[in-house]
């Protein structure tokens, strides 16, 4: 058997592993398309369908792929995960006759805001694969990840994406008939229509669009009627392969009231979120919008705000026009302004930015409760495993939430040594790497938490 042979084999196996490790939803979004092109007798050579395909599995699978395909193989076998690249195009041959005009660019609609584009969306680690997301689909509507439903709290960047989608279909193709509307906007027509009977038009205005671009899904939960009639235009719009972009502030299995065939319905597709930005997103976001601004923040000034303002991402630009709106009613250069001059100029926001932090409290109440443990476990001596694995998520969750440092949080839980709070991290990273179950439980906790100081 040669080597191709062989590795077929192998990869068959190892994805079958794989299809019984994963929820159903995750191996067809990220395994069914993987092929086998090769390799030798230490490693497999597989192609995925595209580059965020490839992205993505590198990055949140590579443990578990490696691990199935050496028991697979009954020895230890690494892969090369591969996408094919795009072959240009030739360039069409010139002709003689009177080019037709350039299509003019569409206008936007008075709802999408111009500056919410793709070139203005700070990328980090926290949100990267939602924008790829996002790109792939403003490139190839109705294609690829259809619907693509993108979860997070409050000022993330959903709506940002959104907004970014509609620019760029619209440059790609003017002539796309394009929607965004909140879905409390959606809501309201829904009353109105069943209040005039005008339900020819309401459903001409959503199921003859080609991108549907719904924001804040969430409130979809508790209206049972708006969702039958969004289930019935969900249908229409993706039976005919138009795409649907939804945005929420959690994932579709904590939308608790929200009738099961839409959740169903939702996971079609492609679910992302979009995560609290680190410290260096939050510099690099505040710079973005000063640079807007026509103004450079002194370094400190940068780092005093960016470590500070922590819960929402909107405060950041709430201070940026704060700060304009002094240099220019003083006159003065923003090469003036000193961290305690912009603490006092701002101490309204901080102060709300401050009261809006979590405590550990919160953390091992919220994590007790999940695992179903008292919440007194979390400082008391007992180490059974079910106990150690909730108090190790919980310090977990502190070193992520919090501004704690590592030997704060090791007193939180009563412990005196700060090397406890380092191996709890490194627990629960490492289960994170391997185990599929425990990454969804902490992906849960996080955003369950996160929404709690909102």
């Not at 459903?203 to 669009?209: A, E, L």
């Not at 972009?245 to 904590?254: F, Y």
């Not at 500070?308 to 003065?332: F, K, M, P, W």
């Not at 179903?372 to 694995?389: E, G, L, N, Q, Y």
Request: with cysteine.
């Amino acid at each position: 058997m040669n080597f191709l042979e062989e590795n077929k084999a192998i990869w068959n196996a190892a994805r079958n592993e794989l299809r019984a490790a994963v929820p159903d939803s995750a191996f067809s979004t990220w395994f069914a398309g993987i092929t086998c092109t090769g390799g030798d007798d230490a490693r497999v050579d597989l192609s995925a369908p595209s580059a965020f395909v490839e992205l993505w599995v590198s990055r949140n699978y590579h443990d578990l792929l490696e691990r199935n395909l050496t028991l697979a193989a009954g020895r230890r076998m690494t892969y090369r995960l591969t996408a094919p690249e795009e072959v240009p195009q030739p360039e069409p041959p010139p002709v003689t006759r009177a080019e037709p005009e350039p299509q003019r660019p569409a206008p936007l609609p008075t709802s999408i805001k111009s500056d919410n584009t793709f070139e203005n969306f700070v990328r980090g680690p926290e949100n990267e694969m939602a924008l790829a997301a996002a790109l792939a689909v403003s490139k190839d509507p109705g294609r690829v990840y259809n619907p693509l439903f993108i979860y997070g709290g409050p000022g993330l960047g959903k709506t940002h994406l959104l907004h970014a989608i509609a620019q760029a279909v619209l440059a790609n193709s003017p002539r796309t008939r394009l929607l965004y509307i909140t879905c409390e906007a959606f809501t309201n027509h829904y009353i109105r229509t069943v209040a005039d009977g005008s339900w020819t038009d309401f459903r001409k205005h959503y199921r003859q669009t080609d991108v549907l671009l719904l924001d804040d899904v969430q409130f979809l939960a508790e209206r049972e009627r708006t969702q039958e009639e969004f289930f019935h235009t969900f249908n229409e719009l993706h039976n005919d392969l138009r795409q649907i972009v939804l945005t929420c502030d959690r994932p579709p299995e904590e939308l608790r009231t929200l009738e099961d065939r839409l959740k169903s319905r939702f996971k079609w597709g492609l679910i992302t979120d979009v995560g609290t930005p680190s410290l260096e997103t939050r510099t690099a976001i505040l710079r973005k919008k000063a640079a807007a601004a026509g103004m450079t923040l002194p370094p400190e000034v940068e780092t005093f705000l960016a470590e500070r303002i922590t819960v929402d991402v909107r405060n950041l630009e709430g201070a940026v026009l704060r700060l304009r709106a002094h240099l220019e009613a003083t006159g003065a250069a923003p090469s003036a302004l000193t961290v305690e001059h912009v603490a006092r100029l701002l101490a309204p926001l901080l102060t709300e930015e401050a009261r809006s932090k979590l405590t550990p409290e919160v953390v091992q109440r919220e994590v007790a409760a999940h695992y179903r443990i008292p919440v007194s476990d979390m400082t008391s001596k007992k180490r059974t495993a079910d106990v150690a694995f909730a108090r190790q998520v919980a310090m977990y969750l502190c070193g992520k939430l919090t501004d704690m440092s590592l030997t704060a949080i090791a007193a939180a839980f009563g412990k005196s040594d700060h090397g406890t709070a380092i191996h709890a991290r490194r627990t629960v990273e490492a289960r994170c790497d391997t185990e599929e179950h425990t990454r969804s439980e902490i992906q849960f906790l996080t955003e369950k938490i996160t929404r709690l100081r909102r």
